[in-house]
């Protein structure tokens, strides 16, 4: 049973940084390539960003271009997510997922919500004054 383990949310001030953390855990022999979206009040779940197996690859969502970045953690199926200059609009939570690339390659990336199979339960991050 494959399960995605968050965290590093809360609140922080506009302008202020956060850092998420993200881990697969379970199946954790195979390989997996990782992404982060999120989902404010009232809205549809968005992409953030997004990076393949080996983390060469990474895609990002215009809204957080230059300020966010993602990047593999310690271990190979673990994802991170440096997020710097917040602003209230980043307010969401904030949910890590996972798809195994064995069957579809190495170089894969998605970016869509709909190509992951494999979720976190969502972490709040909280951008206020």
């Known amino acids: 049973q494959v399960q995605l383990v968050e965290s590093g949310g809360g609140l922080v001030q506009p302008g202020g940084s956060l850092r998420l953390s993200c881990a697969v855990s379970?199946?954790?022999?195979?390989?997996?390539?990782m992404a982060w979206f999120r989902q404010a009040p009232g809205k549809f779940r968005e992409f953030v960003a997004a990076?393949?197996?080996?983390?060469?690859?990474?895609y990002y969502a215009d809204a957080v271009r230059g300020r966010f970045s993602i990047s593999r953690g310690n271990g190979e199926n673990t994802v991170q997510l440096q997020m710097n200059s917040l602003k209230p609009e980043d307010t969401a939570v904030y949910y890590c997922?996972?798809?195994?690339?064995?069957?579809?390659?190495?170089?894969?990336?998605?970016?869509?919500?709909?190509?992951?199979?494999?979720w976190g339960q969502g972490i709040q991050v909280t951008v206020s004054s």
């Open positions: 997922a996972a798809q195994n690339i064995i069957a579809i390659g190495t170089m894969w990336c998605g970016l869509g919500g709909h190509e992951y199979h494999y």
């Open positions: 379970g199946r954790t022999n195979s390989a997996y390539a």
């Open positions: 990076l393949n197996w080996s983390g060469r690859n990474k």
